[in-house]
């Protein structure tokens, strides 16, 4: 009877988790204002169900897009009768998936044979979370996990809080995995996270820091979601909650925080993924933030980690208009690349959210700023489109070890230049 149960659980989940044979993705670049319109007026058609894997539109930067394999006649001869170039940047996303389901697959089997875990690979929710309690068992004098909140469908959401004593000292906050399917940023938190811990009493610079400011580090800030894009649809990045009114559920967390809220670059469509749910803070995986970062009332610092385009970005979003702090910022993201690009020499593009992708309104770093955090940063880490959101596992270590050079940078100038 169990092995029955066992079966069937296992054959429901295979059968309701969407497949993507022979979806592509499109990679199309606008030459002209009059391009630009047409792939706006394309984003409106419901029909062909497009998921966009960028947001804005400009000739400066491509837009990619997966197109359903019964889409894609349709969407290839519109883009040519538009005369819009485009190029094919992932010839069938379910091929991708298989492989990065197979590895994950026997990673699992060697991590339970060897009883360790391997930074290389993909993990699920509970894998991340069962690593999260080893490394604090391993470090308990400096890691704590602090519990701040429950998300919609009643998972807890952790922060790992590096500390060495003192009283709400001052704060940096690190959040990754927002967005649920930018996988590769919940990889390399959980190798930072690592990283902070060996380094700590051995890297001068994270000993110094580590003495006068704690470190809250959120692995996974949307644990739903995240859950989601392994069970159920891979291409998962809102919340989870149900939409009244709509059949389509779940909120873009990173339209949803108080500044500029509704404006430009967000949706009021609920079955958009940019939606930005019925009012700011609605999401209660943000309002747990939020609420965390308002009652400790000390932090200096607040960043961001997105995936993919490789960026380094500064507020504002919700508008063009420069921040007061807008050279120095532009100033530390300058040279924190230059730190993260001296490894692998992967380039990156630094500026603000608007001027360097689009008008994005409900940013978390637009917010946080605007309470008062100076050093409110959002990276974008790899790549630039060869793989986009399916980023191959063997990139995980590379990319987290070039994007904590990035960091540290941010985190020592805010340790030396207290306001
Ligand atoms: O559109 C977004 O929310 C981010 N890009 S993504 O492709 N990862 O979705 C960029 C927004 C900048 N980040 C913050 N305001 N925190
Ligand atoms: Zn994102």
Partial sequence: MKLYLAVFALLAAVHCEEQFNGDQVLRIQAESESHTEVLKELKKNVDWELDFW??????????????????????????????????????????????????????????????????????????IYAFMDTLVASHPNLISKVNIGSSYENRPMY????????????????????????????????????????????????????????????????????AFTHTNNRMWRKTRSVNLGSSCRGADPNRNWDAGFGGTGASKDPCSDSYHGPYANSEVEVKNVVDLIKGHGNFKSFISIHSYSQLLMYPYGY?????????????????AIKELTSLYNTRYQVGSICNIIYTASGGSIDWTYNIGIKYSFAFELRDTGYYGFLLPANQIIPTAEETWLGLKYIMGYVRDHPY
Avoid at 91 to 102: F, I, S, T
Avoid at 172 to 184: F, K, P, T
Avoid at 321 to 334: K, N, R, Y
């Fill in 54 to 127: 960028t947001h804005g539109f400009s000739t400066e930067r491509p837009v990619d897009i997966r197109v359903p394999n019964t889409s894609l006649c349709a969407v290839k001869d519109f883009l040519r009768e538009n005369n819009i170039s485009f190029t094919v940047m992932i010839n069938n996303v379910q091929e991708l998936l298989d492989k990065e389901r197979a590895e994950m697959v026997n990673n699992e089997g060697m991590e339970r044979e060897t009883k360790s875990f391997v930074f290389a690979a993909y993990h699920n929710l509970e894998t």
């Fill in 159 to 226: 922060a790992l809080k590096f500390s060495t004593g003192g009283v709400s000292r001052p704060a940096i906050w690190v959040d990754a995995g927002i967005h649920a399917r930018e996988w590769v940023t919940q990889a390399s938190a959980v190798w930072i996270a690592n990283k902070i811990a060996s380094d700590y009493g051995v890297d001068p610079s994270v000993t110094s820091l580590l003495g006068q400011m704690d470190i809250y580090l959120m692995i996974v800030t949307n644990p739903d979601g995240y």
């Fill in 319 to 335: 508008t063009c208009a420069d921040i007061p702090d807008q050279s120095e910022l532009h100033a530390v993201g300058t040279a």
